[in-house]
């Protein structure tokens, strides 16, 4: 079919209208538009969620919460020489069940005992229940 017998012949060759209300939208903005849809939004969030690996807490034995009360005391005898120790305990998940093991060093500030939580000068604050190791070169010059 040549052009003189199309039907839409006299609109073959007529220029493109200019819209002066906005610009023409550029070329990668045009193309966003058909990127693929996600029809699941956040199951891959919920995916990489479930796969966290967290570890279970550990129920401290009589003899060893007796040896941490130990240290604690040692430590508190030795407050006023602001002893360096290393803190392991436990950090509950927020979202499941479980949670970290973490470590932390500085310079022992004290002990609340109502409060129930170890304090460092680096105002780090550790609940007492979730201490699972406390290391400090105090410890191996009075042989614990």
Not at 32 to 39: D, E, I, L, S, V
Not at 45 to 67: F, G, M, N, P
């Amino acid at each position: 079919m040549n052009d003189a017998n199309h039907p839409y012949a006299d609109l073959l060759h007529m220029p493109r209208p200019a819209q002066h209300v906005r610009p023409a939208m550029p070329r990668q903005d045009r193309a966003a538009q058909f990127a693929p849809f996600a029809a699941l939004t956040g199951h891959n969030a919920a995916i990489v969620e479930t796969a966290r690996i967290t570890q279970a807490r550990i129920q401290l034995t009589e003899e060893e919460r007796e040896r941490l009360d130990g240290k604690q005391q040692l430590l508190q005898a030795h407050l006023s020489q602001c002893p360096v120790v290393t803190v392991t305990y436990f950090q509950p998940d927020e979202r499941k069940e479980g949670g970290t093991y973490q470590k932390v060093s500085g310079r022992f500030r004290g002990i609340n005992d109502l409060r129930r939580i170890l304090f460092l000068t680096e105002g780090m604050e550790i609940p007492l229940d979730d201490i699972v190791e406390l290391d400090s070169p105090l410890f191996y010059q009075i042989d614990m």
